[in-house]
């Protein structure tokens, strides 16, 4: 994981071209990025059925404000004072439809953060301004989680069920941390959770479920000291306010309690009997096989300090 207390990006003529070429996949033509002092001008083409021609349009974006991940830019348009107002209207839309973004009575909002969904970063807009030379960005508390989801799609967690357990209620004591967790997982899972992150999010539903079985194991007289040590110093790190991976980031504040509980239970099952183990888990199917598959995403999902840093966890339990 990357931390920075202070980051300043500059994006070129080039690197904005590019990056608009992109987000438009082929609905606008002849793109091209002009830089002013304090302004950028954009001129493309848009295919307007109704008239059935691409309509040139010069814009002029003026940066109004910038705070959290959203920038506020002024618009203005320089080339169609002599279109009929209804081709103006129907190639703008069209513009804007092709970027990131909302635009309304001549101001472009754009939220970096939903532009930047497929990255797992974190950040806080200090500042932007132009200039001829490029856009400059300025960035603070950036936080960039060298997450490696390529391939998470062929995992299938079938095992997990993502239910509260009616055995919950034999652990009143941990009950409003289990509703607390579940809840801010349902939660960053509904409010539109970045790209990157989709494939995860079926095993951090789970992470309650893993909680309630650690609470179990740690209660059953059939298992062994050694054992209920490593479930306890895993209850423990789950109900402290400290992560090893920070929860500013969406979801990914939630992969360091899934990547222990599955250690600790992989540790656990070596010293108790299978049988026991299965009984404690809330959810369907075989917990172990549920395990080995959740370890091998993991270790290719986190970074080797954090996972170095999950397993000392276990070894010296507070």
Known sequence: MLRATGVTLTLSVTDLEEALAGFAAGAVHDLRVELESGAVVVRLRVPVDAVRMAVPIDLRFSVLAAAGSLVKLGVTWTNMGLLP???????????????????????????????????????????????????????????????????????????????????????PEHQGFYQKLREQVRRYAAARAPQWAQPLIPWLLAVPDFFVML??????????????????????????PIDLIPDPIPLIGEIDDLGLALLAVEQIAKIVPHHVVQEAWPGEGDVLELVREGTNLITRVLPNRVLKALKKVLEQPA
């Open 215 to 240: 609470v179990r194991l740690t209660r059953d007289p059939r298992v062994p000291a050694s054992a209920k040590i490593i479930a306890g110093a895993t209850v423990a790190y789950f109900v402290s």
């Open 85 to 171: 107002a209804f081709v103006k209207e129907k190639a703008l839309q069209k513009a804007f439809e092709a970027l990131p973004g909302e635009y309304r009575d001549g101001i472009y909002r754009l939220d970096l953060g939903e532009a930047l969904e497929h990255v797992p970063v974190s950040f806080r807009l200090k500042g932007v301004h132009v200039d001829r030379d490029g856009i400059v960005v300025d960035l603070a508390d950036v936080m960039l989680f060298p997450i490696d989801t390529s391939g998470l799609g062929a995992v299938q967690p079938g095992a997990l069920v993502p239910v509260p357990s009616s055995e919950e209620q034999t652990i």
